[in-house]
């Protein structure tokens, strides 16, 4: 009963750690399908993070934040898009160029607007997403197995944690079934047949990249108003980078790279609960060894298991129209 | 002839006397590490520090906040050029730093807190943190219901598990049967700040039946009481008193005096008093100890408060030994 339990909680943990993982390689896949690399997904959600923190904490509501969030991590897409599409500029250049504009940019406003060295003021209440407890969770505690892993493992967690979860196959369908979905991955493959057709190649990557921003704007919120509560200067801690390992591990396909993301963050939380303890034969492992652990995971996994990764055909080539 | 040269000695000697006497060209710098002055901690009980120097002294600062690694030297060196009287470093991590520029610029005076540096224009601060460890590691043993206290350090190093080393005996010393679950950020600087992590590894010790947990990890830790008071345990805080962030299952903060540290320095230097060497702060001289306020009332009974009295009192008189990590 108690390794189901730690089982059990380990989950628990790898869904909050894997939520902004999964929205921001989500986020990466639309850009990425559509030919235009983003390396910028850690800027957009540190922008989105601050933006989001900051405004919920003046207005005191957490949907607005959210809100602010999602518009100033478009912002940034559209910058992205105006550099790489429009004047059809190194998209490795300009996603890096954003990130670390925001990186300087936020701390430098937090300090100016909210004088806490770089901070947003600490967020409670209702400025915060807070855990929600599903119908009957409470009463389902008691029941073995099932109701334990609904109460501990389904229920209460924030809303974005659901949104998550739900936007693994709202954009699988967006990708997959619609006409939109149809014309990005096309345009990452082949932009020149896309244009044949008639459909600007332009205005096609500007939609992907507001998708883009939409996502990551909603996993930077998730950051300071879900799983923290404020704003600290770097605070998505390298988390960007690793959705766009998880997004080519997983091949630029939603559901592998949702199963990517699961896995970083169950080595992150595996990695929490193995340190000090003491293991049957090998005893206590060092420190530093646990915490290299889901690197060296991820290098074994990339070089042995995944295979050939695939990229679109035309990923990071600028479009331009044969006069 | 003679009377000109004579006038002309006296006018320097005035001029000099007059700007010694003034002195409004006395210049403090401070450098503060990797967390930023508002880290709710360690970093800003030195800003705290530094503030009332200006305050009580009326002679502003010149700061800087690392924000890399690399930046470190640069900082120092940049101080120290501006032509700063002394120059304040923060932090153990700016030892290499210190001392580069230490040597490169004789007539500064250097103060470097939480590490050693042994050249002759450098003051060195250290602090008896294991002893400030083990009260409040008797105050978790003592409010812990579970008989299981957590810990949770930043980067891996040798004063965090010196932190880590007191708190256990101090968790031990009032409950020799309770365990002690440690856990570490990471072994970079970057672990100093990622609150989300703090409260990952606080929630996963919550999980393994923690129901007090004592963050030693800057700006991380702050997830760590967020975390603790979202999940209704108690939590200590470190450096700073943290007590006012959450009340209510704010238990105590072990205090590191660090702003008085910083503001004897720059106090000290102005008033010519100032004394190259180390400096060790322990309960005896209030270099460390904990919190007792209007937010932990309550939470941390008078019976506790008795006991740590006592202990700090055997302690000091050296009835109870800790143990210093650096020591081992």
């Known amino acids: ?323 | 002839m003679m009377k000109k040269i004579a006038l002309g000695l006296l006018a320097t000697a005035a001029l000099t006397v007059s700007g010694l006497a003034v002195a409004d060209d006395f210049k403090p710098a401070i450098v503060f590490d990797m967390g930023g002055k508002s880290d709710k901690s360690f970093n800003e009980a030195a800003f705290n520090g530094a503030e009332k120097f200006k305050k009580d002294a009326g002679i502003d600062y010149l700061e800087w906040e690392v924000t890399k690694v690399s930046e470190r030297e640069q900082a120092t060196e940049r101080m120290a050029r501006k032509g700063a009287n002394i120059v304040v470093a923060v932090g153990f991590a700016q030892a290499a730093a210190v001392e580069k520029a230490a040597k490169a610029h004789p007539d500064t005076k250097f103060t470097i807190i939480d590490m050693v540096v042994d050249l002759p224009n450098v003051q060195s601060v250290v602090f008896r943190e294991e002893q400030g460890s083990f009260l409040v590691g008797m105050a978790a043993a003592m409010a812990s219901k579970t008989g299981k206290v957590g810990f949770i350090g930043g980067m891996d190093i040798p004063l965090i598990r010196k932190f880590a080393l007191g708190y256990k005996e101090g968790v031990l010393y009032a409950n020799p049967k309770a365990e002690v679950i440690e856990n570490m950020t990471g072994t970079t600087p970057a672990a100093w700040n990622d609150p989300t992590k703090g409260s990952e590894l606080a929630k996963s010790q919550f999980d393994r039946g923690a129901d007090v947990v004592f963050a030693a990890a800057g700006g991380t830790g702050l997830g760590v009481l967020q975390s603790a008071a979202d999940e209704k345990m108690l939590a200590i805080g470190v450096d700073s008193n943290q007590d006012h962030l959450h009340p209510g299952t704010m238990l105590t903060s072990m205090l590191k005096r660090v702003d008085v540290a910083v503001y004897n320095a720059m106090m000290s230097a102005k008033d010519g008093t100032w004394q190259p060497g180390i400096q060790v702060l322990g309960l005896a001289e209030d270099g460390v100890g904990f919190s007792v306020d209007e937010w932990n009332k309550g939470v941390l009974t008078e019976d506790m408060i008795t006991t740590m009295n006592k202990a700090k009192a055997d302690i000091i008189s050296g009835k109870i030994k800790v143990t210093n990590y650096m020591d081992k």
């Open chain 1, 1 to 323: 009963m108690e390794t189901f339990q730690t089982i059990i909680l380990l989950l628990d943990a790898t869904f909050r750690v894997a939520t902004p993982l999964v929205l921001a390689a989500l986020a990466g896949m639309f850009s990425e399908r559509a030919g235009v690399v983003d390396i910028g997904l850690e800027g957009k959600m540190l922008g989105a993070a601050f933006s989001a923190a900051a405004v919920a904490a003046v207005s005191g509501s957490a949907w607005i934040g959210l809100g602010a969030g999602i518009l100033a991590s478009i912002a940034l897409s559209l910058l992205h898009a105006y550099a790489c599409v429009t004047h059809k500029g190194n998209q490795v250049v300009s996603g890096m160029a954003i990130n670390i504009v925001v990186a300087g940019l936020t701390p430098t406003l937090g300090y100016a607007w909210f004088s806490m060295g770089g901070q947003t003021p600490h967020l409670g209440g209702d400025a915060r997403f807070k855990p929600i407890t599903l119908p009957f969770a409470e009463a389902a505690h008691d029941i073995p197995i099932i109701g334990y892993i609904y109460s501990e493992l389904i229920s209460n967690h924030n809303i974005i944690v659901y949104l998550a979860a739900a936007s693994v196959p709202i954009c699988a369908w967006i990708m997959y079934k619609t006409r939109f979905g149809l014309r990005v991955r096309a345009v990452g493959e082949n932009p020149h047949a896309v244009d044949t057709a008639g459909i600007s190649v332009d205005w096609l990557r500007y939609k992907a990249l507001i998708m883009t921003g939409f996502l990551c704007g909603i996993a930077g919120t998730y950051l300071s108003t879900a799983h923290g509560a404020g704003f600290i200067r770097d605070m998505t801690a390298g988390k960007g980078y690793l959705a766009l390992a998880a997004l080519i591990f997983g091949k630029w396909r939603p559901v592998p790279t949702l199963f990517a993301c699961l896995l970083f963050a169950f080595t992150d939380a595996v990695q929490a609960r193995l340190q000090g303890v003491e293991l049957p034969i090998v005893g206590v492992i060092p420190v530093q060894f646990i915490q290299a652990l889901p690197y060296i995971l991820t290098v074994l996994l990339l070089a042995g298991f995944v295979g050939k990764a695939n990229p679109p055909k035309s990923i990071g080539v600028p479009y331009i129209k044969e006069k």
